[in-house]
């Protein structure tokens, strides 16, 4: 009765705010890696993406000037050496408190003097100006260490695009490791789509005997787990001499996307008009004609369904990477395993990793922009009659 006076069900209400939800939870990660690629290496590890556009509190850790060359004599043995630690890129810092040492980084507030024991002291003005004092072994070797607490204004750089992009090194390995993906994912894609094809106008309009059987098998290979099968197939290629080349990994993905492609296209095509199909028939035209000039235009929205699905899998893919394209080289990297390199050897280059992550799904994005419409199209084809 909801639906005939004009108010829509509590159905239709669940339906759209499960929708926002998931569009939510994909919009928002997106959204953070493309914000953090704007951003520093410590403006990343000390807040959030969502804090971005406001003032943070950060932890920066600065030194004074090296006192051999800037320490001037004020008497009785004694050194001072006098300087400004926010100059640069600090200039519109704000300093709450500060301190010498790691454990104690808030232990002093702007104005106090750092007393270093035997003599040496330190004393931070709100400015950043200092003043070290000490004698002459203190006032030696390296500039004496602060630990600032601070809070920062907003800053985005497009520092870390010019790393990855024009850097020399970063911006080979990444041209190279693009054309690679390139290498692996096209013929990734179109290969299962040709064998697919064929697959789905048999098992939909051709009778032959264990045709159940087989569409029963197909769908049973859909819950089929990636990695149960990595280990026997790359031993199988190792046997064959194709596990370490392109030529393993193009049938790797071939093999793991086929059940999903046969079985979405023979949804596709079971659904398509018999009469066209029995028609061309009394025609006389072969089975193979009636494929490739009734069934294949009929069905492009289907194979553009896959061709997106496919493409997507493929290149973001990792583990099917480093499984069948063994390079020591570095020939076949493709572009996810060289954003883990970008990485760095310790894990701490999350700027690089948030810029090198979103320049590589540019690509897909714009792949699944383009041809949304035919997703829609493909994935509710058969549903209403």
Do not use: C
């Not at 570095?330 to 996810?336: L, R």
């Amino acid at each position: 009765m909801d639906g005939l006076s004009g108010k829509k069900p509590a159905v239709v209400w669940l339906l759209n705010i499960s929708v926002v939800v998931l569009v939510a939870l994909w919009l928002f990660p997106t959204l953070g890696l493309f914000v953090s690629s704007f951003r520093t290496s410590e403006q990343i590890t000390s807040s959030g993406w969502w804090a971005s556009l406001f003032p943070a509190e950060q932890t920066l850790q600065l030194r004074a000037l090296d006192p051999d060359d800037n320490r001037i004599e004020t008497g009785a043995g004694m050194f001072v050496v006098e300087g400004n630690v926010l100059e640069g890129d600090y200039a519109e810092v704000n300093i709450d408190r500060w301190g010498t040492s790691s454990r104690a980084p808030s232990a002093y507030t702007i104005g106090d003097t750092a007393d270093l024991g035997d003599g040496e002291s330190m004393t931070l003005n709100a400015d950043g100006t200092y003043i070290w004092q000490g004698n002459d072994d203190q006032i030696s070797g390296r500039g004496q260490r602060l630990f600032i607490i601070a809070t920062v204004p907003p800053e985005f750089t497009t520092d870390n695009y010019k790393n990855v992009l024009f850097t020399e090194g970063n911006s080979e390995d990444m041209a190279k490791a693009f054309f690679n993906t390139l290498t692996v994912v096209i013929p990734a894609t179109i290969i299962p789509i040709l064998i697919a094809a064929f697959a789905a106008y048999a098992l939909a309009w051709m009778d032959f005997p264990g045709r159940a059987l087989l569409i029963a098998t197909v769908v049973g290979l859909l819950v089929v787990p990636l990695q149960l099968a990595l280990i026997p197939l790359l031993q199988f290629h190792n046997a064959i001499g194709i596990g370490k080349g392109y030529l393993g990994v193009w049938m790797a993905h071939t093999g793991f996307g086929l059940p999903l492609a046969i079985y979405l296209l023979r949804n596709y095509m079971v659904g398509l008009p018999r009469d066209i199909i029995e028609n061309a028939r009394v025609d006389g035209a072969t089975e193979f004609q009636i494929f490739t000039k009734i069934i294949l235009p009929l069905s492009f929205p289907a194979l553009a369904s896959f061709a997106i699905f496919q493409f997507l899998w493929t290149w973001n893919d990792l583990l099917v990477a480093l499984v069948f394209l063994i390079d020591s080289s570095g020939e076949t990297t493709v572009m996810t395993k060289q954003i883990v390199e970008l990485l760095g050897t310790r894990g701490g280059d999350w700027e690089i990793l948030a810029t090198s992550a979103f320049i590589s799904i540019a690509v897909p994005l714009l792949v699944f922009f383009m041809m949304q419409k035919y997703l829609v199209r493909g994935l509710l084809a058969g549903s209403v009659k």
